[in-house]
């Protein structure tokens, strides 16, 4: 019922930013919880970021927190993932889920995006 489309992927030199969208279809938007996970080539996907559904409860991976900030706009029924200060060990396929409860494992999530690519330069 949810399909999720991001974006906002590319290219960038370390200490540069991103701000990945998630875009999801859906009346109920604020009922889900959103995860931001990602994989590089050849490793596991891994969690990234959380937050509830009216944003007031986040999570984030020790990896990226202090350098990347989950938000989210119900009205727009999107979630975004701000990156800052980026390291090459950022690059991966980022991909945002939703769920019902926040959650730091993969499999607490129902739906998927198709994934953005983000690759950080050293």
């Known amino acids: 019922q949810v399909q999720l489309v991001e974006s906002g992927g590319g290219l960038v030199q370390a200490g540069g930013s991103l701000r990945l969208s998630c875009v999801a279809s859906?009346?109920?938007?604020?009922?889900?919880?959103m995860g931001w996970f990602r994989q590089a080539p050849g490793k596991e996907r891994e969690f990234v970021a959380l937050?509830?559904?009216?944003?007031?409860?986040?999570n984030y991976a020790n990896s990226v927190k202090g350098r990347f900030t989950i938000s989210r706009d119900n009205a727009k029924n999107t979630v975004y993932l701000q990156m800052d200060s980026l390291k090459p060990e950022d690059t991966a396929v980022y991909y945002c889920?939703?769920?019902?409860?926040?959650?730091?494992?993969?499999?607490?999530?129902?739906?998927w995006g198709q994934g953005t690519q983000v690759t950080v330069s050293s």
């Open positions: 889920a939703a769920g019902l409860n926040p959650a730091r494992m993969s499999s607490s999530y129902d739906y």
């Open positions: 937050i509830s559904g009216s944003g007031g409860v986040s």
């Open positions: 859906g009346r109920t938007f604020s009922n889900y919880a």
